[in-house]
């Protein structure tokens, strides 16, 4: 994921009420870093075992959503304001979820696409489910 990303998203979360949890991969502090432009900290979670800390999450009663194209996925546009602490995951643009984290998911929410892709930038969808998710949209 691209700094910019991580900074676009960092902003969504901040906007809707969120914290972004983020991997402990080697370039991800300084990704952060550089696309991070909020004027106050942030609500960053660093994750060293991003399956463990979803597994966890599930099992204290979080809402596991995942921005994935499945067949049983729920267009953007039917998904419902969370009303319980919910996880949305992110996969990558092109290979999206991996497969043992979509094991891991409770719903999947696909945005549909009308134009000649089949993904939006990671950090577009991000924030479209994560307004949705907050009742913002």
């Known amino acids: 994921m691209h700094g910019a990303n991580l900074g676009t998203l960092l902003r969504t979360c901040d906007a809707v009420g969120a914290c972004l949890a983020v991997p402990r991969f080697s370039w991800v502090p ?5 696309g991070n432009t909020l004027r106050r900290p942030a609500c960053v979670h660093w994750v060293n075992d991003p399956l463990g800390w979803l ?3 599930r099992d204290a009663g979080s809402q596991v959503v ?6 049983e996925a729920v267009r953007l546009a039917d998904l419902r304001a969370a009303r ?3 996880v949305a995951v992110l996969g990558h643009e092109r290979s999206g979820i991996p497969g043992e984290a979509l094991d891991l998911l409770d719903l999947a929410v696909e945005i549909p696409m009308v134009g ?3 993904s939006l930038n990671v950090a577009v969808a991000g924030s ?4 949705k998710l907050a009742g913002l949209l």
Request: net charge negative.
């Open 55 to 57: 597994e966890r999450q």
């Open 128 to 131: 479209l489910v994560l307004y």
């Open 116 to 118: 000649g892709g089949s």
């Open 30 to 34: 300084e990704a952060l870093a550089r």
């Open 66 to 71: 995942g921005v994935e194209l499945a067949d």
């Open 84 to 86: 319980v602490r919910t």
